[in-house]
């Protein structure tokens, strides 16, 4: 994938919270098992997932293009918090982990410095993604771009 790319799309994974090392290790592991075996795709989807432990799990990484957000995935990192965030945010931890993530990779010139930050539902029609209540959080986030972009403008 062709870095920087000007663009995070932040997800939720829908599936259940994880506070500790080992809880989200099988979370991991289940979510690759259902992008693999259901999905049909090579790995998981995302470039990274972050856990309410606060750690950082690594996906597909910072140079292989995605496949979490179509018209994106080549042009964007993709964010996951593991759990459902429909009706509650994720633990601070979390979101300060997706928050000096993002630094990280402005930093190693894998992020333009002048990103635009999408929630999931905004680049991709027909999705609730990243759950409402992360979506309400992620409006107050620097770089947040209002409206729909799909396909990208």
Same mark, same amino acid.
């Given at each position: 994938?062709? %870095?920087?790319?000007? /663009?995070?799309?932040? $997800?939720?994974? $829908?599936?259940?919270?994880? $506070?500790?090392y080992d809880h989200c290790c ?5 979510? =690759? ?5 259901? @999905? ?5 989807? !995302? ?7 606060? @750690?950082? !799990?690594? #996906? ?6 995605? *496949?979490?957000?179509? &018209? !994106? +995935?080549? =042009? ?8 459902? /965030? ?8 979390a979101t300060d982990t997706v =928050? *000096? ?13 002048? /990103?635009?930050? !999408?929630?999931? @539902?905004? #680049?991709? +029609?027909? %999705? %609730?993604?990243?759950?409402? *209540?992360?979506?309400?959080?992620? =409006?107050? &986030?620097?770089? &947040?771009?209002?409206?729909?972009? /799909?396909?990208?403008?």
């Amino acid at each position: 994938m062709k %870095t920087p790319v000007p /663009f995070v799309i932040i $997800h939720h994974t $829908h599936m259940d919270r994880c $506070h500790d090392y080992d809880h989200c290790c099988t979370e991991v592991r289940k979510i =690759q098992d259902f992008h693999m075996d259901v @999905r049909g795709w090579c790995d998981i989807g !995302y470039t990274f997932l972050v856990g309410e432990d606060g @750690r950082v !799990y690594e #996906g597909r990484g910072w140079d292989t293009i995605g *496949a979490h957000c179509p &018209w !994106y +995935n080549h =042009q964007s990192i993709g964010i996951s918090i593991m759990g459902d /965030f429909t009706d509650v945010i994720p633990d601070k931890i979390a979101t300060d982990t997706v =928050q *000096a993530l993002i630094k990280c990779a402005v930093e190693r010139g894998k992020l333009s410095p002048d /990103f635009i930050l !999408y929630g999931h @539902r905004q #680049g991709r +029609n027909g %999705t %609730t993604c990243p759950g409402d *209540a992360l979506f309400k959080e992620i =409006q107050s &986030w620097p770089h &947040w771009k209002p409206g729909d972009h /799909f396909p990208p403008k």
